[in-house]
Nanobody, 115 residues
Framework: QVQLVESGGGLVQPGGSLRLSCAFSGSIFSRYAMGWYRQAPGKQRELVAG???????NYGDSVKGRFTISRDNAKNTVYLQMNSLKPEDTAMYYCNARYDAYSYWGQGTQVTVSS
């Protein structure tokens, strides 16, 4: 069974940076497309960034130029580097793994951007 464990969230001031990590276990990581999603209170979950098993990347429009997704297949981990954070980036951030019809979610890590 695939397990995803996110870490790295916290409280940061506007303009600051955070790096989220998602540790994958229970299957062959390199087979999976990985993504970061977020959900703010009262809003729908939205895609932040995705990376395919081949390394193709896409970003949500609101984070382009500020966030960077990467994966380390040797460490079974996907990262999200978040720079120039804004209050509107405040949300619970979730890691997702997809392979064929299978989709798995982590428990999430809270990111709060506030002065």
């Amino acid at each position: 069974q695939v397990q995803l464990v996110e870490s790295g969230g916290g409280l940061v001031q506007p303009g600051g940076s955070l790096r989220l990590s998602c540790a994958f276990s229970g299957s062959i990581f390199s087979r999976y497309a990985m993504g970061w999603y977020r959900q703010a209170p009262g809003k729908q979950r939205e895609l932040v960034a995705g990376i395919t098993r081949g390394g193709s990347i896409n970003y949500g429009d609101s984070v382009k130029g500020r966030f960077t997704i990467s994966r380390d297949n040797a460490k079974n981990t996907v990262y999200l580097q978040m720079n120039s954070l804004k209050p509107e980036d405040t949300a619970m951030y979730y890691c997702n793994a997809r392979y064929d019809a299978y989709s798995y979610w982590g428990q999430g890590t809270q990111v709060t951007v506030s002065s």
